[in-house]
Every structure is written in C-alpha cells, then in structure tokens.
C-alpha cells in the first residue's frame, strides 16, 4: 500500500487546503442532481490536499451501512486503547440476534471474537454483528449512538447524526457525503495498521465461508478499501480509496439507483479525478477564497498562496480572486516566458515528464478550438519539481473564452483546468 499522507498527525484537518471543482459537468454530465434527488458525490486527493470534484457535499443523506464505519472507528480505539485485543470475543444477544439482513446469523449465547466481528462488519455488512459491538463496547446500542455521534462531531462530522450502530433504516439518522468522506480519511489515517482490513473479500466464520459485495476491490485496479451501504431511503452508497503510484484518492458517491450504476460512476469519478491529479503539482495553485463557502472539508486558514490560481470551468462567479498568482519562471529554449503569460488566462490539458507529449496534446486542444477561438495557440510549460514536468496548455484567452473553451474540451472528452497568470 502506498504511504499514506497524514492528516491527524502531521497537519491536521484545519490545514486541509480545498480547491473546488463545482458542478457534475466537470467530471461527467450531465448533471447527477438533476435525475436523482438522492445523489452526492465528493472526491479528494490525499497527496495534494485537494478537493477534485463535489456534488451535493453537504445536503442531508442516509449513510445506510456507510455508519459501520464509525462502529468500526470506535472499536479501533478501543483496540489501540488496549481495552480489547483482536482475541477478546464479545456476547451475542437476543436483541443482537434479531436484527435484520444482511447479517451473520449469530444465535443468543454465541461469543465471537473482535477479530471476526471486523471482518463481519466491514466484509458481508453484518447488522446482527454491528449491535454486538455497540453493546460490547458501551452495554447498550443507544448509549454506542451517543458515542458514534459525540466522536463524529469531535472528527468536525458536525453534519452527522447516529441513532444506531448498522445503518438500518432510522429517519433520525443523517449524514453529508463531505461528513463520510472525512470519516473514511479518519480511518485510513488513525488507524493504519488496521486499514487492510477493508480490503478483504471473505473470511471464515464457523467453518463457513463467506464473500462480500463491494466489487469495487476487484474491478478497479488499486482499490483497496473501504465500505458500501444500502436502504431503500439512501438508494446505494459507497465510499473508496484508490491508490496508484504514490497517489491516493478516496471519494464517496451516495444514492446511487443500482449497486452496478454505483461502481461505475465511482470507477468514472476516480479515472477522471486521477487525471486531472496528475496536470497538478503541489504548490502550483491555491483556491479562491469565496469558494470556500461551498462543502469543502476545512477553511482555509492555512491556504498556500504560493501558486497559481486554478478556477472550476463551471464557476461563473466574477469576484476577483485576491490571492495574486505566482507564475514560475520559464526557461528561454523555445518556451513562452511567465511574462507572456500575464494578464491573461489559459487551459491547461495535461502535464507530461516529455516536452514532445505536452506539445502534441496542446496542439490537439487548439486544433479543437480553432474555429471559435483564433487567437488561441499552444503552449509548453515547464514546472521544476522534484521531477521536470512539462505543462500542456492553450493560453492568449480572456477569462470567459478560458472556461467556455474548457467545457468546450471537455465534451470533447478531454479533462482540463482554467489557470489565470499572474496580472488577470
């Protein structure tokens, strides 16, 4: 598994800085709001401290089984606690027995070891199994969903509130994709030594084996967790992180009308987030400070302002951003110096490790522009880094031809970022 960067220890959530791409059509149109009410998606890179794409982030939803993840978080504590070990078993009761599917079919009396219970909470979603740890941990499921939402406000989930420790059907209990999505960050970073755990497919129970459902951990290559969810109230719910090379993504997609069309929006919001990840290097922009109102995961109080300004195409907001970019200095062999770039704005299309790629791709994007927009011309530029890139991009644009020609681009099916030099 790749490093994974550390939000809790190292910076913290106050220092997550969000850059947001507003609006379905950046990453797939049309619009997901529009056909389903119940839909919200959000997306972040975990390398960058970046926000790719949010949909309906912070608008009230069901978690569905999406809430074992807390029963999950609250028993790793436990364990990092040493109030448990993975040997410890807890009771089963008759209250835990009744629950409904998707369940283990624990019997009153049964004992079952912590161990068991997180591969039955994360695997086959065992709602028999979550209320065993509700009880085990706090004697009671109620007094476990004070717990689950006391923690859930202390991890800045202030939109969230848990009633039970399963998911099942509880108009009390409420969410935001923007709340699951830090949870499953929470997860991943606090507790590390037990992530793996979400990337298992099956385990064995009483001699019986049993197989999950997130098909995700074997139809998209590198995911390798976290948890899906489902009742009839929230429609489907997923939350994944992916990895590859050294970058992570985790997104979490909510109301989903089948488990299939789920996974496929997921595997289309991760492809395209990973490429437009990839036209980015860290330091190389900052967010408008007015986007920040939006659901992003933090203010930005400790915002890096050392880079350029990149602005969602779908943004029709005219504010001045106040945060002056910075434009690196661009060597003299055939490239366009910073100063060319200067009151002006550009799209950029990719970042290549080869001149010849960024060139070729610039090219092509104002080829597809070129009937509108005949001023429009290519560009390669450089960024120095620990690894040379070169930038693809079409510049001499005012703002609006910029995010016109990037949604323009991208029905074309090309992925695209609006960047403003330095004196637009």
Request: charged share 20%.
């Amino acid at each position: 598994m790749a490093p994974i960067h550390s939000y809790a220890t190292s910076r913290g959530f106050g220092a997550f800085l969000v850059v947001w791409f507003i609006g379905l059509a950046l990453l797939c149109a049309p619009s997901a709001q529009a056909d389903n009410p119940r839909y919200a998606g959000i997306v972040v890179d975990i390398e960058s401290d970046v926000v790719l794409y949010a949909d309906n982030a912070r608008e009230p939803r069901y978690p569905a089984s999406l809430t074992k993840m807390m029963t999950l978080y609250l028993l790793f504590e436990a364990l990092e606690d040493n109030t448990l070990t993975l040997d410890d078993t807890f009771p089963v009761s008759s209250y835990a027995a009744s629950q409904p599917a998707s369940k283990l079919w624990v019997q009153p009396g049964d004992r079952i070891s912590v161990e068991k219970a997180i591969l039955a909470l994360i695997v086959t979603s065992a709602n028999d199994v979550a209320v065993v740890v509700a009880e085990g941990l706090a004697g009671s499921e109620e007094s476990f969903a004070v717990q689950m939402t006391d923690k859930a406000w202390a991890l800045g989930m202030k939109d969230t509130v848990f009633s039970n420790a399963s998911g099942l059907p509880d108009d009390a209990q409420v969410t935001t994709a923007r709340d699951m999505l830090m949870l499953a960050l929470h997860l991943i970073e606090d507790f590390p030594q037990y992530y793996d755990y979400f990337s298992r497919t099956r385990y064995t129970y009483n001699g019986t084996m049993h197989t999950g459902h997130n098909r995700l951990l074997s139809s998209y290559a590198g995911v390798d967790g976290l948890k899906t969810g489902y009742i009839r109230a929230s429609g489907f719910n997923v939350a994944t992180s992916a990895v590859r090379g050294d970058r992570r993504i985790a997104g979490v997609v909510m109301g989903g009308f089948t488990s299939r069309s789920r996974d496929a929006h997921m595997a289309d919001l991760l492809n395209r987030s990973f490429a437009r990840a990839a036209m980015m290097n860290q330091g190389d922009w900052v967010a408008q400070t007015d986007l920040f109102g939006g659901p992003g995961l933090s203010s930005p109080d400790n915002a890096d302002t050392s880079g350029e300004t990149l602005v969602a195409a779908s943004d029709t907001g005219a504010q001045d951003d106040p945060i002056r970019a910075l434009i690196a200095q661009s060597e003299r062999d055939g490239e366009l110096s910073s100063s060319v770039l200067s009151d002006v704005w550009a799209v950029q299309v990719g970042a290549f490790s080869n001149r010849e790629g960024a060139q070729q791709l610039a090219t092509q994007a104002v080829d597809y522009l070129s009937t509108e927009l005949s001023e429009a011309r290519s560009a390669v530029m450089p960024a120095q880094g620990e690894q040379r890139i070169f930038r693809a991009r079409v510049i001499g644009l005012q703002e609006s031809q910029a995010r016109q020609s990037c949604q323009q681009l991208m029905q074309r099916g090309m992925d695209c970022l609006v960047v403003r030099g330095e004196g637009g």
